[in-house]
Each structure stands twice: as structure tokens, then as C-alpha cells.
């Protein structure tokens, strides 16, 4: 799926959108983002992936991510802002050095 012109430009798209939201996510993010929803739309609705980026809005996904990366800012309770995909998503926090 990632070798395609629609997947290739969806990505684009969605990093174009995030810029004028003034989010800046790892282009990787956004494609295993794109990759998933594609996937699961394909999936839900019994048609192939192909078919499925009909149902791709790249600003409406845009608008999802950069709320959940607002929502991840407000609710840090290290005081994380800005930075997008430099945020610590996913990462385990240090241990002691006692």
C-alpha cells in the first residue's frame, strides 16, 4: 500500500494539513496513521483497500491528530508543549538511579 501514488499523496496531504494546524508529526507516524485507517475502513466495510480511499480526508484526519496532540499537551503533567512527534509518545520513564 505505501508504494502508491493515492497512499503517497495521502501522506502529503495530511502533512500539509497538520503544518497549517501548526502540528508537525514524523511523516512515519502519519504513514502507519494512514496505513491503520485505510486498513480498518477496508476492513469494516468488506472491500478492498484499493476502494477504500474514497472514505480519505486528509484535513479531517489533520483536525483528529491535532486534537489528540493538544489534548496529550494539556493533560502532560511534565508541562510538554509544542514539538509534535519530538513529544514523548510511547517512551517508558527512567528508572531511579538509587
Known amino acids: 500500500m505505501r508504494n502508491t501514488k493515492a497512499f503517497k499523496e495521502a501522506v502529503a496531504e495530511t502533512l500539509a494539513e497538520l503544518a497549517r494546524r501548526g502540528v508537525t508529526l514524523a511523516p512515519a507516524t502519519v504513514e502507519d496513521i494512514i496505513e491503520r485507517n485505510v486498513q ?6 468488506g472491500i478492498q483497500v ?24 494539556a493533560s502532560s503533567p511534565d508541562g510538554v508543549t509544542g514539538g509534535g512527534a519530538s ?6 520513564p527512567l528508572p531511579g538511579l538509587g
Not at 489533520?62 to 499537551?73: G, H, K, P
Not at 513529544?87 to 517508558?92: D, L
Open 40 to 45: 480498518a475502513v477496508a476492513a469494516q466495510l
Open 50 to 73: 484499493r476502494s477504500a480511499w474514497r472514505y480519505f480526508d486528509a484535513s479531517v484526519l489533520a483536525d483528529s491528530l491535532a486534537q489528540s496532540v493538544r489534548e496529550f499537551e
Open 87 to 92: 513529544m514523548s509518545f510511547g517512551k517508558a
